[in-house]
């Protein structure tokens, strides 16, 4: 299953920055204590079909979205999460290299911001990418 090989190859690389930005990160469907008035991230994977070019199976190839949703108190000025977009578009750059346990891969499209979705006491921004990448089965 090379999602979950895709899949650890960003949170690796996204864990490491969130940890050295004081930053909380949530994956998933993992059970999360979210932190009270504090800016955090709550990561996903969304895998596309998986695919064969080859008549040998001798490699499938993987490609989803990764979205990293900034989740901001109501009181935060919108530059904070547009940093952080930069900032992981930094992290991120398209063409980089996803590597892990098999799986080779890709950013395959810039990071992008989505639309901002309020709630009473607080605001998500949600940022994605797509990646692209193979493995033997």
Same mark, same amino acid.
């Given at each position: @299953?090379?999602?979950? !090989? /895709?899949?650890?190859? &960003?949170?690796?690389?996204?864990? /490491?920055?969130?940890?050295?930005?004081?930053? @909380?990160?949530?994956?998933?469907?993992?059970?999360?204590?979210?932190?009270?008035?504090?800016? +955090? #991230?709550? %990561? =996903?994977?969304?895998?596309?079909?998986?695919?064969?070019? +080859?008549?040998?199976?001798?490699?499938?190839?993987? *490609? $989803?979205?990764?979205?990293?949703?900034?989740?901001?108190?109501?009181?935060?000025? &919108?530059?904070?999460?547009?940093?952080?977009?930069?900032?992981? *578009? /930094? #992290? =991120?750059?398209?063409?980089? #290299?996803?590597?892990?346990?098999? =799986?080779? $891969?890709?950013? *395959? %499209?810039?990071?992008?911001? $989505?639309?901002? &979705?309020?709630?009473?006491? !607080? +605001?998500?921004?949600? /940022?994605? =990418?797509?990646?692209? $990448?193979?493995? %033997?089965?």
């Amino acid at each position: @299953m090379s999602h979950a !090989r /895709a899949r650890r190859a &960003i949170e690796v690389k996204l864990d /490491a920055w969130a940890e050295a930005e004081g930053l @909380m990160v949530a994956h998933g469907a993992e059970p999360f204590d979210p932190p009270e008035g504090q800016v +955090y #991230l709550r %990561a =996903f994977l969304i895998p596309a079909s998986t695919t064969c070019r +080859y008549l040998n199976a001798s490699e499938l190839e993987y *490609s $989803g979205i990764y979205q990293v949703s900034i989740i901001t108190p109501i009181d935060q000025l &919108i530059s904070v999460p547009e940093q952080i977009i930069d900032q992981l *578009s /930094a #992290l =991120f750059p398209l063409d980089s #290299l996803l590597d892990r346990a098999g =799986f080779l $891969g890709q950013v *395959s %499209a810039p990071v992008e911001q $989505g639309p901002t &979705i309020t709630e009473p006491d !607080r +605001y998500t921004v949600p /940022a994605s =990418f797509t990646y692209r $990448g193979s493995a %033997a089965p």
